[in-house]
């Protein structure tokens, strides 16, 4: 059991913390509105402390190499802002509830996370630049390209 562990503690933990969140979503509805004001000014430092202990372990010359050669960047952010929405609109049409057709556009267009991006590249052998600099540009261009996905997709349903 203990070895079951050991090789999944990051599935197990995530599991965990969505039940969790869950049952307190079900038990305590009231807890959110009463604990956002504490989460605020956290939230602005969130971004870059995340970020930062992302790179800690990542190699310089892998990052550069990433920066040199920009086409996998360049097509995770293709799929992540134009494919993925894309191929969310004609599913908005069978959305029966709007708040549904308003929540899958939302997932659809918004920016690729920054620990799990990172976390599951990893995990994978993969490169880890191409995950970090995958999300620096999706976060950094999400403030223009979100909202036009937004207006677009929740105005056409």
Same mark, same amino acid.
């Given at each position: 059991?203990?070895?079951?562990?050991? #090789?999944? @503690?990051?599935?197990?933990?995530?599991?965990?913390?969505?039940? =969790?969140?869950?049952?307190?979503?079900?038990?305590?509805?009231? *807890?959110?509105?009463?604990?956002?004001?504490?989460?605020?000014? @956290?939230? #602005? *430092?969130?971004?870059? %402390?995340?970020?930062?202990? !992302?790179?800690?372990?990542?190699?310089?010359?892998?990052?550069?190499? =990433?920066?040199? $050669?920009?086409?996998?960047?360049? @097509?995770?952010?293709?799929? &992540?802002?134009?494919?993925?929405?894309?191929? =969310?609109?004609?599913? *908005?049409?069978?959305? *029966?509830?709007?708040?549904?057709?308003?929540?899958? !556009? %939302?997932?659809?267009?918004?920016?690729?996370?920054? =620990? $799990?991006? /990172?976390?599951?590249?990893? #995990?994978? &052998?993969? &490169?880890?630049?191409? /995950?970090?600099?995958?999300? %620096?540009?999706? &976060?950094?261009?999400?403030?223009?390209?979100?909202? %036009? @996905?937004?207006?677009?997709?929740?105005? #056409?349903?």
């Amino acid at each position: 059991m203990l070895e079951f562990f050991q #090789k999944r @503690w990051f599935l197990t933990a995530l599991f965990a913390f969505i039940a =969790a969140g869950l049952t307190l979503g079900i038990y305590l509805p009231g *807890l959110a509105s009463s604990t956002s004001g504490n989460i605020g000014p @956290w939230s #602005k *430092l969130l971004t870059p %402390i995340v970020l930062f202990l !992302m790179s800690i372990t990542l190699d310089g010359q892998r990052m550069w190499a =990433a920066i040199r $050669a920009p086409g996998p960047v360049l @097509w995770a952010t293709t799929v &992540n802002f134009l494919v993925i929405p894309l191929l =969310a609109l004609p599913l *908005l049409r069978i959305q *029966l509830h709007p708040d549904y057709v308003a929540g899958l !556009m %939302i997932a659809a267009s918004v920016p690729c996370t920054m =620990a $799990a991006a /990172s976390v599951w590249t990893r #995990k994978a &052998n993969g &490169n880890d630049a191409v /995950s970090m600099l995958t999300t %620096i540009a999706t &976060n950094g261009l999400c403030f223009i390209v979100t909202p %036009i @996905w937004l207006s677009y997709g929740i105005g #056409k349903s």
